[in-house]
């Protein structure tokens, strides 16, 4: 009985064993169902339609309104500057005085002169009218009347150049009074107090620059020539923006000029723009970065820039479907701004991948994290 009760337990031992193993020899097909393929973990994100500015950049330089070097206009003793290295002044701002006296002698004597002359042409007159009288009654010649009308016309011609000269030393006296030209910013003093100055010196007094208005003149590539005309046919002034080295915003102003001809060496386009200044942020001989506002793209797609991939066929990004899965998605770029791109072949909610791509291909099944 013992026996008998062995061989059954046996039995059912081999038994348990056989349908375990067949269990554990499964059809492929249910192998791959219980594995599965693995969702790939990425990122996502969601065009979206605004409006973008679009905006063109270059590289250029602060460049004063104008620049001025203040040269005396008359020779003389520097009597004083009036003037400080670094110092703001305006137009008509006396800014030095050459010694006046000998224009004032010059002055002097041009006004006697004329004078003189003034009182001979009053007599000349007195003659030529008791001639005329003379004549009229027949008393005297007409030949005598001739000649003193050359003289009266001698006078009158004397007593002009009299004036001209008057006025002329007049003129040099006034120059010796230095007058600013325009309204800037002093520069390092070249004369001191004391010394001789001659018309017209080299060196000068001093240059002037005007900071305020300013100019900033940039370039931009030949091709962005069809943008930059029909924007400027706008009635309202194109936008521009200066930028500094750390990339912070420095002032805003308006296009003033395009060059009327593109650079044959570089294949770029000269640009000038004009700032207000006012609180001197730009300064003459900066490098700054500007920045052009040509238009404002209406509803565009935009997406993130990371998002958008090399492809062969071109740009593409990974479009997320309903299911879970991704399909490449090939689209036209616009342009890029920053971190952003504007997009054409996605719809506004559209869902794409923005990290991740490197384990991804067709139909992969996706998992989004944060």
Not at 81 to 86: A, L, P
Not at 148 to 161: D, G, N, S
């Given at each position: 009985m013992k026996k008998v009760w062995l061989l059954l337990l046996v039995g059912a031992a081999l038994a348990a064993g056989l349908f375990v193993w067949r269990r554990g020899a499964a059809s492929p097909s249910e192998a791959t169902r219980a594995g599965g393929p693995q969702a790939v973990a990425v990122t996502l994100a969601t065009a979206v339609a605004r409006d973008v500015p679009v905006w063109l950049t270059g590289i250029g330089s602060v460049q004063p309104a104008s620049t001025v070097t203040v040269r005396p206009r008359v020779s003389g003793t520097l009597d004083r500057?009036?003037?400080?290295?670094?110092q703001t002044v305006e137009e008509g701002a006396v800014l030095a005085q050459i010694d006046p006296r000998p224009y004032e002698a010059i002055v002097e004597q041009a006004r006697a002169k004329k004078l003189q002359d003034?009182?001979?042409l009053a007599s000349a007159r007195l003659e030529l009218a008791r001639v005329r009288t003379l004549v009229e009654s027949?008393?005297?010649?007409r030949?005598?009347?001739?000649?003193?009308?050359?003289?009266?016309?001698?006078?009158?011609?004397?007593?002009?150049?009299?004036?001209?000269?008057l006025q002329a030393a007049q003129l040099d006296l006034d120059f010796t009074t230095v007058r600013s030209p325009v309204s800037g910013r002093t520069g390092f003093r070249l004369v001191d107090a004391g010394n001789v100055v001659t018309a017209n010196q080299g060196a000068g007094l001093v240059v002037i620059t005007q900071m305020q208005p300013i100019t900033v003149v940039f370039t931009l590539p030949q091709s962005h020539l069809p943008a930059l005309r029909?924007?400027?046919r706008q009635p309202d002034p194109l936008t521009v923006e200066a930028f500094g080295e750390d990339n912070a915003r420095l002032a805003t102003g308006r296009l003033e000029l395009i060059d009327n001809q593109i650079d044959l060496a570089t294949g770029t386009l000269r640009l000038k723009a004009l700032f207000a200044n006012d609180d001197l942020s730009l300064w003459p001989g900066q490098f700054v970065t500007a920045r052009i506002l040509v238009e404002t793209r209406h509803n565009a797609i935009v997406v993130p820039a990371r998002s958008v991939q090399p492809g062969l066929d071109g740009p593409f990004v990974y479009r997320l479907?309903?299911?879970?899965?991704?399909?490449p998605r090939t689209v036209k770029t616009v342009f890029t701004a920053g971190?952003?791109?504007?997009?054409?072949?996605?719809a506004a909610g559209d869902r794409v991948v923005l990290d991740g791509h490197a384990k991804l291909k067709p139909g992969a099944l996706v998992v989004a994290v944060e």
């Open positions: 500057v009036n003037f400080t290295e670094g003034e009182a001979q027949n008393v005297e010649g030949r005598l009347l001739e000649q003193q009308e050359a003289t009266v016309a001698r006078l009158i011609a004397l007593v002009q150049a009299d004036e001209a000269a029909a924007a400027a479907r309903p299911d879970n899965t991704v399909e971190d952003i791109t504007v997009v054409e072949g996605l």
